[in-house]
Structure formats: C-alpha cells, structure tokens
DNA sequence: TCTCGACTGGACTGGCTGGTCCAGTCTACG
DNA sequence: CGTAGACTGGACCAGCCAGTCCAGTCGAGA
C-alpha cells in the first residue's frame, strides 16, 4: 500500500476490490480464482500483482475490509438510531431483508474463514466487525433506557451480545439451510425478551 | 455405496472416514487434500476411489454425515434430558465447554459450506442436523412445562429456534474471533429468559 | 519536448492435486 | 484347491491456477 498511487492507480485499485467484491458475492472463495477477477474488472493478471503485490491473499484481505464496512452500512440509518421500539422494528426488518436477499452466500464469513490464522489481520476485520455492531446495538439499548424504557441497572453488553450472537446464528443457519425462521425467531424474540426485561 | 463389502472392506471405509474427519478437524477443507487423507489412514489413492467411486466430494460428504452424528453426541447425555434448570445449566456448561476446546475449527461448518449447493445432500445434512438439534431443546422446554416450571401457553418451538440460533451464532464468533463471550452470553440470556417467561 | 516511473498486457511456468489405470495380492466360498 | 472378485499399491496424467517476467504505453512534471 505506497502512497504513490496515481488517481488512476487508485480507481484501478478499486475497481479491483469491488470487482472481487462482486465475484465472492456469486461463488465462494475456495472456487473464485483470479481469473475471475480480472474479466470482471477487465484487468491484467500483472494489475492485480501490481496493486496487491502479496498476491490473492492481499486482495482478498482488502474485500473484506470492504464488505465488512459494507455489512454495517447495509443497517444504515436503522442500526444508528435504536431510541424507540419501532426503530428495533424496522432495524429488525431491514437485517432479515438484507439476509434473506443475500440468500446463502455469506462473502464475509467464507472469506474470514477461508484466510483464517495464516493471513495476519484477516482475523482483525471480524473482530472489528463485531465489536462496532455490538456496540452499535448497546448504544441502541442505552437509548431506550435514557428514554426510560429499560431499568437502568440492564446488563446492556451481555444484552448486546446474546442479540448479536443470535443474529449471526439465525445468519448462519439461514445460510446453510435456506430458512430464515430462525434468524426471526432470534430476533423477535431477541427485542421482546429486552421489552420484557422492561416490564420487570 | 454396495452391499458387497467385506468385513474388512468396511473397516477400512470406516478408518478413511475417521482419518479424513481428523484431518479436517486440523485443516480447512480447502486445504485439505486426498493426500493428507492418504497418509493418515496409510491408505493409497485407488483405495480412497474405490470406497469413494464419486470422488472426494461422496467421501466429504461421509465425513459430514459423521461428523453430524457426532456434533449431537458429544451433547450427551445432557441433551436428552432437560428436565430442570440445573439440567439446562448442565448442558450449557458441557457445549461452552465443547466449542471452548474445539477453537476455531468447526468441520461441519466448513464442510457443508464448501459441498454446497453442488453436491446433493449435502444441505439435508445440516437441515436434518438442525432440525434433530432444536427438536432436542423443544423437548427439554416441553419437560419443563410439564414438570410446571413454564407456563403451558409457551410457544416452544419458537423459543427453541431462538436459543438454537444464539447457540450457533456464538460458536460462530467465537470461531471467526476466538472469543466466547457471546456463546456465553447467548446460552445464559436465553435459559434466564426461559425462566423470565415462567415468570410471567 | 524529454524522461522517469507509474501503469498495463499477456505469454509463460511450475507445482499442486483430483482422478485414472493396471498390475498384483488376499480371501471367501464352492 | 482354485477362482472370482474384493482389495491394495503406486505410477502416471491432465487441468487448473497463483505467481513471474518482460516488453511495452501513458502521463505528469521538469
């Protein structure tokens, strides 16, 4: 990653990146070669080594920098302001939308997994990843206690992350078995256990 | 997969299997090659396609079959008998202890993933492992009716999905970040709600 | 206009790996 | 015994694919 990147240099590069992006959204890692990649983004074996000189593994790292950045934004503006029980709603609605569309390719999880420990920092990107949304959702579940809807003394992290968990589960099992009952079942049930904490 | 084989056939079919799952519990499946198998299971090549005549994918999803089975046992007993909160507990402990130890490495995960929508089958293993899993915990909610410690109007199966759901979605994270909090979290949340909806 | 270095094209290579083939051994059974 | 067929060994093949190399082109700044 040099600083000289021409203008040019740079929109190649992302065009790389997006292109690659596009590529891992409609097969898995594991089958998408860098052949692939260049007839998507019409370009070179020696562009791609040029931008990314470490080779696949360094281009792969910088789609998923991308995409992780892109699952969040996807929650957009919904996931940014949880401070009403209706805005859970409708966050709830736009993740089961996103997911369902999304069906079972999961570009994230299979390119995390698939650089695994070799790649330094592929790790980093989850753990990124994660830590924003959990707190993303604890800000949500703050919101609704200022606004005096939850007790104050709420474990608001442990809250936070048995959501999150759920809904990467409910992800996860929607992926590998195309049903989405679960992933709304964790949620649904996710909210109302919060409003039932309300209640006690 | 003939009736023909010989007792020793079988074992040797059955000693692939074993190897190949402990060799994909060490590596991703698309690291993993025949070879590894091979010189695991001191096996040669004509061996693997003649248990195997489809190839590595028919010997995969064998494995997958396998380590389904497996997945489930290693709940035992707790699992089959869920019929007081300490059972509950038990059983928690017993899966954060599993997944604790097992790290990153998830073979069914992966497994599944990389057969994918290809190979036929496959995607009924995880449906089938799933839908077992959460008839398991289903029926632990339903014990727990019956013994009066929840009341009858609970919608079990929707429970049962939700806590399925956070149970994977942990493993999930704490396989992409090494990190079982949400595991924790989940299994804790979902049986404290359980109990908060006995309750109400 | 000249020049340097960023940028691009595409042929080539080397290793890996799934899969094939055939020759040889063992074993259940008549 | 003998033999058919299950079982085993390992050499070989072919395709794929990441990565290399070099010969160019383009463009910004002197």
């Not at 369902?100 to 999880?109: I, L």
Request: glycine residues 8%; contains cysteine; hydrophobic residues 40%.
């Amino acid at each position: 990653m040099r600083k000289e990147l021409t203008a040019k240099g740079k929109a190649t590069r992302n065009r790389i990146i997006e292109g690659a992006a596009e590529v891992l959204r409609e097969k898995d890692v594991s089958v998408a070669t860098l052949d692939d990649v260049m007839a998507r983004t019409h370009t070179s074996k020696s562009q791609l080594f040029h931008y990314f000189p470490e080779g696949k593994d360094e281009l792969l790292l910088a789609v998923a920098h991308h995409e992780a950045d892109q699952v969040l934004e996807d929650q957009q503006p919904y996931l940014g302001c949880l401070d009403s029980w209706e805005a859970w709603q409708r966050w709830r609605d736009v993740v089961v939308e996103r997911y369902e569309e999304q069906g079972e390719r999961c570009p994230m999880g299979s390119l995390v997994l698939h650089l695994g420990r070799s790649t330094p920092g592929a790790r980093d990107v989850v753990v990124t990843l994660m830590r924003q949304w959990q707190a993303s959702l604890a800000t949500g579940i703050r919101a609704l206690q200022t606004a005096g809807h939850l007790p104050a003394d709420l474990d608001v992290e442990h809250r936070a992350a048995a959501l999150l968990a759920g809904l990467q589960g409910g992800v996860a099992i929607l992926q590998s078995t195309g049903q989405a009952d679960h992933l709304r079942a964790a949620l649904d049930l996710g909210i109302e256990d919060l409003r039932r904490a309300a209640a006690a």
